[in-house]
């Protein structure tokens, strides 16, 4: 989150910008991203899992004939707060280790163990940096700030059981190895 003119906006930060112009990628091409950028499949599958995205579907980049690595995703508007119709709602499916995501473009291309690494990796975050995302300083639009801790404590818990969450429910992840 950003001020902008006084008011609330999202904003992102583009690490190792490229102005190159990628084509939408088609799913007969996930195969080859998963062949040039496994770690980041993996890890981009790993956050959404955390944050419950459930529409990852097309909004991710990937560079695949050009010598510029560009891997990202763009969007995880139907996550956190948004699992459900209600926030009340998201936040018990957050903190509850359900998987959330049962479909995702990388199910089935993802490698298990890179997988199960990111995982890990996000369990073992300093718990003072999720609260630090959760919780701002202020409202922002209806998100109170009590929703907000609320929020931190939902991911706090869910991140404990991120690994067992993956690993549990593997018949839907069905790794690549």
Not at 25 to 34: D, M, P, R, S
Request: hydrophobic fraction near 40%; charge should be negative; glycine fraction near 6%.
């Amino acid at each position: 989150m950003t001020d902008k003119d006084g008011g609330d906006a999202f904003a992102s930060l583009h690490v190792g910008r490229s102005d190159e112009k990628l084509p939408t990628l088609q799913e007969y091409q996930y195969k080859a991203v998963a062949f040039r950028y496994p770690d980041e499949m993996a890890a981009l599958t790993a956050f959404d899992i955390f944050i419950g995205n459930r529409d990852r579907n097309r909004n991710f980049i990937a560079s695949l004939v050009t010598t510029n690595r560009i891997f990202g995703g763009i969007d995880h508007g139907m996550s956190l707060l948004s699992v459900e119709d209600e926030a009340s709602k998201s936040l018990i499916r957050l903190e509850n280790g359900e998987l959330i995501v049962n479909n995702h473009p990388f199910y089935r291309l993802v490698d298990g163990a890179r997988l199960i690494a990111w995982a890990e990796r996000i369990a073992s975050a300093d718990p003072r940096d999720i609260e630090e995302c959760c919780h701002c300083t202020t409202p922002i639009g209806s998100v109170l700030i009590g929703l907000q801790l609320e929020l931190a404590e939902a991911l706090l818990t869910r991140q404990s059981r991120l690994p067992d969450i993956i690993s549990s429910h593997n018949r839907f992840l069905i790794f690549s190895t």
